[in-house]
């Protein structure tokens, strides 16, 4: 089964900076398979990025992903205030898998 | 558009059932898989399984299998998911979501399950 681990487990960061969030993968994987989601509080989780580095249907560019084999990256070039959430990568295989979460917050 | 719409939230005993029905609306329903994903009070996502609304199969996370059964009634482009023998640790918000390629680019709104005596 493959285990997805997030770092940092919290990243704290002012608007108009760039975050980056890892997604490391405990083996190799194809990137068609890794996706991205934002998740705010009481709400589901909203797709970002899928195939590693497509963004769903309107998510800004400011948005990007990207990553092959273990090591996948979520790159925000400049936070807006709305982007403070909580990420998780995913893996789709026949087991769907989630990481445990980095949690964006404002500095 | 695209919607999603869940059942209400549930408060169940534990070793009762629980029955959560999904809604589809503003597309094909045959033409995408339908997962179930649920979300533990300050845990992240825990995928549960999906079926296929075109035949029916079904594919669930080893862990549920024997307590979780997911059906479709594609006459009213429904989705359930029943979940028995229900624990403590089963209490959680639970969500439908369309499977389109490879993520799921569609979600309810969630429903939460709470068990307890």
């Known amino acids: 089964e493959i285990v997805l681990t997030q770092s940092p487990g919290t990243l704290s960061l002012s608007p108009g900076e760039r975050a980056t969030l890892s997604c490391r993968a405990s083996?190799?994987?194809?990137?068609?398979?890794l996706a991205w989601y934002q998740q705010k509080p009481g709400q589901a989780p909203r797709p970002l990025i899928y195939?590693?580095?497509s963004r769903a249907t309107g998510i800004p560019d400011r948005f990007s992903g990207s990553g092959s084999g273990t090591d996948f990256t979520l790159t925000i070039s400049r936070l807006e205030p709305e982007d403070f959430a909580v990420y998780y990568c995913?893996?789709?295989?026949?087991?769907?898998?989630f990481g445990q979460g980095t949690k964006l917050e404002i500095k | 558009q695209v919607q999603l719409v869940q059942s209400g939230a549930e408060v169940k005993k534990p070793g009762a059932s629980v029955k959560v029905s999904c809604k589809a609306s503003?597309?094909?329903?045959?033409?995408?898989?339908i997962s179930w994903v649920r979300q533990a009070p300050g845990q992240g996502p825990e995928w549960m399984g999906w079926?296929?609304?075109?035949?029916?199969?079904?594919n669930y996370v080893q862990k549920l299998q024997g307590r979780v059964s997911m059906t479709i009634d594609t006459s009213t482009n429904t989705a359930y998911m029943e979940l028995r023998s229900l624990r403590s640790d089963d209490t959680a918000v639970y969500y439908c979501?369309?499977?389109?390629?490879?993520?799921?680019?569609?979600w309810g709104q969630g429903t939460l399950v709470t068990v307890s005596s």
């Open positions: 979501a369309r499977t389109s390629g490879w993520y799921e680019d569609y």
């Open positions: 503003g597309y094909t329903f045959t033409s995408y898989t």
């Open positions: 079926i296929s609304t075109h035949n029916g199969n079904t």
């Open positions: 083996q190799s994987v194809s990137s068609t398979y």
């Open positions: 195939g590693a580095s």
């Open positions: 995913q893996y789709y295989g026949s087991s769907r898998t």
